[in-house]
């Protein structure tokens, strides 16, 4: 039977939801599936996916093909890479040690760079509510100076008025 990893969507029109899974590739989209490997939510940015990274190498192994986007999100969770380097312990290229060392390795980095993103998106996000905060101040500024001279213009002709009437 040949098996594929791949993209099952769920979540309501506009908001899409994926669970990532191992199906047959007969089976429809959103259909049957044999084991649920993880989670994909594009809504969030970064995009959440949560992913069993051991299960996946095990599927990557048995022979089942990922699509495009599964495969890009495989590589993005560091499924490939374990995969490939679960190859290079078999041939006896490497350690089983040196295989998670490498791994781990990679793990860690990868981890920085989308915490760096994580970092640079909130900076980004509390520069542009800084500059709107601003923005607003000086139109509210603007409003009240505006406001202030015709409050000021009424009050001498209210005077005159009254002095008119006394005479």
Do not use: C
């Not at 993209?7 to 084991?35: C, M, N, T």
């Not at 915490?115 to 542009?128: H, N, P």
């Amino acid at each position: 039977m040949p098996v594929k990893i791949r993209l099952q969507r769920h979540g309501k029109k506009g908001k899409p939801f994926y669970w990532i899974v191992a199906a047959d590739s007969r089976a429809k989209r959103d259909g049957r599936y044999l084991e649920k490997l993880g989670i994909y939510n594009p809504n969030t940015n970064p995009a959440t996916i949560d992913l069993n990274v051991d299960g996946a190498v095990t599927w990557l192994q048995n022979g089942a093909q990922p699509t495009d986007t599964a495969k890009a999100i495989l590589s993005y969770k560091g499924a490939l890479l374990k995969n490939h380097l679960a190859g290079g312990v078999r041939k006896g290229a490497l350690t089983e040690e040196q295989a998670e060392a490498k791994f781990q390795e990679w793990v860690d980095a990868k981890s920085a760079k989308v915490g760096a993103k994580t970092e640079d998106l909130a900076k980004a996000e509390a520069e542009a509510k800084a500059k709107a905060l601003e923005a607003e101040k000086a139109v509210n500024e603007a409003r009240i100076a505006a406001a202030t001279p015709a409050v000021e213009e009424e009050a001498p002709a209210e005077e005159a008025e009254a002095s008119n009437e006394e005479e």
